[in-house]
């Protein structure tokens, strides 16, 4: 029997098996591509989408556990009308190889979302499950320091 997915505001009737996880959905039977595999044990935080608003793993989740809406990079925003965090990533040049970039993003939306003016400290707390190989810690602080007031100017 197909699972019922909401993803990106679109309804799919997914007829997999309920322990596959998550990213695989998305990645392989939908084609949503933004989300990164990066370890396969929610260690490095590459996978990271929303369900409801909350930031996941979701090399983690299987299918049968997603209870919710679910939003991907693809969902945060268009090149047309990039959310403020996306904005703010490009204005700081965060990206250098940017294969972790979209779960940090989406991590960092979850952040502003809950938070809409976070500290150095609730920044670092937030995203320190989500690991950058180019090290470019500070630009994501400043990005996120840059979406937030963005956010309160809007």
Do not use: F
């Not at 996880?21 to 039977?29: A, Q």
């Not at 996978?47 to 693809?74: K, M, N, P, Y």
């Not at 995203?127 to 602080?141: A, D, E, F, K, V």
């Amino acid at each position: 029997m197909p699972t019922p997915l909401t993803v990106n505001g679109t309804r799919y009737e997914i007829d997999l098996p309920e322990d596959v996880p998550l990213l695989w959905v998305l990645r392989d039977e939908i084609g949503l591509t933004g989300t990164k595999y990066g370890c396969g044990v929610a260690a490095c935080g590459a996978c990271t989408v929303q369900i409801d608003g909350e930031a996941v793993r979701s090399c983690q989740v299987a299918l049968a556990d997603v209870r919710g809406e679910v939003t991907t990079i693809e969902g945060l925003g268009t090149p047309d009308a990039m959310a403020a965090i996306q904005r703010a990533w490009a204005a700081h040049q965060v990206a250098q190889c940017g294969y972790c970039q979209s779960g940090q993003i989406m991590q960092a939306a979850a952040l502003l979302a809950e938070n809409p003016a976070p500290s150095d400290e609730d920044i670092d707390l937030a995203m320190q499950g989500n690991l950058c190989r180019c090290g470019t810690y500070p630009r994501i602080r400043a990005a996120i320091h840059s979406a937030s007031q963005m956010m309160k100017e809007a």
